[in-house]
């Protein structure tokens, strides 16, 4: 009796504890009953050097396990994946990633049955690949996790022969026609032009000035359209809902710029707190609204 006490006690602590702290998360960590994220993966760009860096977030209780990227290889070679992460709480958490092939076979991983499981800092280096698109999938491992990633790709070229379709792409000219060596097109007179602006004389035409050329960026003044970015994190405001945007001044984004919720009603806002990879913004909208639609526009 006295022992079946003990574990009566036992059982009804653990039940305050768990009424009285974090819920545990009991879904699955992805919204909608049949997700399939991998389809509508974030497509890389390798830059001149075959290099490209991305960052993320991640939280599970906002059903936002994973994040799933793709990067085509312009030829066979290496890719190095250089991956860190900073925790968004107290205590160990351990964010997982792995590279799948073109058929969806997973090539690399670093999930918690690695060495480095726990550390920020981990590094891949995938060799002989050949020309394709590879998937990129970072997750979560436990249900009250949250934290921030960052991922540096590195491609190097490989010494097999990269595929090339030329000059299969250049069109065949018909035959053209002689051309003189002189150019004998008769000389047209050019007719006297009027005076303009005295009696018995039309008037004066002022021209416009030529248009100025087209801005470029980094240009403050040239528009670079608008910018579709993910909603990372929403919590109630006395406005209705403040939302932390994946999207900061590294994509030209800055703080006073305009954008909207998609699909929300009233989901106008403006930008404030902006920092390399995010910002904030109060949106006058239930937060339930808001969470359901996860994207927005920035007008830039």
Same mark, same amino acid.
């Given at each position: 009796?006295?022992?079946?006490?003990?574990?009566?006690?036992?059982?009804?602590?653990?039940?305050?504890?768990?009424?009285?702290?974090?819920?545990?998360?009991?879904?699955?960590?992805?919204?909608?009953? +049949?997700?399939?994220?991998?389809?509508?993966?974030?497509?890389?760009?390798?830059?001149?050097?075959?290099?490209?860096?991305?960052?993320?977030?991640?939280?599970?209780?906002?059903? +936002?396990?994973?994040?799933?990227?793709?990067?085509?290889? %312009?030829?066979?070679?290496?890719?190095?994946?250089?991956?860190?992460?900073?925790?968004?709480?107290?205590?160990?958490?351990?964010?997982?990633?792995?590279?799948?092939?073109?058929?969806?076979?997973?090539?690399?991983?670093?999930?918690?049955?690695?060495?480095?499981?726990?550390?920020?800092?981990?590094?891949?280096?995938?060799?002989?690949?050949?020309?394709?698109?590879?998937?990129?999938?970072?997750?979560?491992?436990?249900?009250?996790?949250?934290?921030?990633?960052?991922?540096?790709?590195?491609?190097?070229?490989?010494?097999?022969?990269?595929?090339?379709?030329?000059?299969?792409?250049?069109?065949?000219?018909?035959?053209? !026609?002689?051309?003189? !060596?002189?150019?004998?097109?008769?000389?047209?007179?050019?007719? %006297?032009? !009027?005076?303009?602006?005295?009696?018995?004389?039309?008037?004066?035409?002022?021209? !416009?000035?030529?248009?100025? %050329?087209?801005?470029?960026?980094?240009? %403050?003044?040239?528009?670079?359209?608008?910018?579709?970015?993910?909603?990372?994190?929403?919590?109630?405001?006395?406005?209705?809902?403040?939302?932390?945007?994946?999207?900061?001044?590294?994509?030209?984004?800055?703080?006073?710029?305009?954008?909207?919720?998609?699909?929300?009603?009233?989901?106008?806002?403006?930008?404030?707190?902006?920092?390399?990879?995010?910002?904030?913004?109060?949106? +006058?909208?239930?937060?339930?609204?808001?969470?359901?639609?996860g994207d927005v526009v920035i007008k830039r």
């Amino acid at each position: 009796m006295r022992q079946a006490g003990m574990l009566l006690a036992a059982a009804v602590a653990l039940g305050v504890t768990a009424c009285g702290g974090r819920q545990v998360p009991q879904h699955s960590g992805y919204k909608g009953k +049949k997700p399939t994220p991998w389809t509508k993966a974030k497509a890389i760009e390798l830059d001149d050097e075959y290099k490209a860096k991305f960052s993320g977030e991640l939280d599970y209780g906002e059903y +936002k396990r994973a994040k799933w990227y793709k990067v085509t290889l %312009p030829g066979s070679g290496d890719l190095t994946v250089s991956f860190e992460f900073v925790p968004g709480g107290d205590g160990d958490i351990d964010v997982a990633f792995e590279v799948l092939d073109p058929n969806n076979k997973v090539l690399v991983s670093a999930d918690n049955e690695a060495e480095d499981v726990y550390e920020q800092k981990k590094e891949r280096k995938l060799t002989g690949l050949n020309e394709g698109t590879y998937l990129i999938h970072v997750y979560l491992e436990g249900r009250m996790d949250n934290a921030d990633f960052d991922v540096k790709l590195a491609f190097t070229r490989g010494p097999g022969v990269w595929k090339s379709d030329f000059p299969n792409q250049v069109a065949f000219l018909d035959e053209l !026609p002689a051309v003189p !060596p002189f150019d004998d097109t008769p000389e047209k007179a050019t007719p %006297p032009q !009027p005076r303009c602006g005295v009696k018995g004389k039309p008037a004066c035409v002022r021209r !416009p000035p030529p248009p100025p %050329p087209p801005c470029k960026p980094p240009d %403050p003044k040239c528009g670079l359209g608008p910018l579709s970015a993910s909603i990372t994190n929403v919590d109630p405001d006395p406005a209705g809902a403040r939302i932390s945007i994946g999207a900061g001044t590294s994509d030209n984004v800055n703080n006073g710029m305009s954008g909207y919720v998609v699909g929300v009603r009233g989901g106008s806002f403006r930008l404030s707190g902006c920092t390399a990879n995010r910002c904030t913004a109060v949106v +006058k909208a239930s937060v339930d609204a808001v969470r359901a639609s996860g994207d927005v526009v920035i007008k830039r």
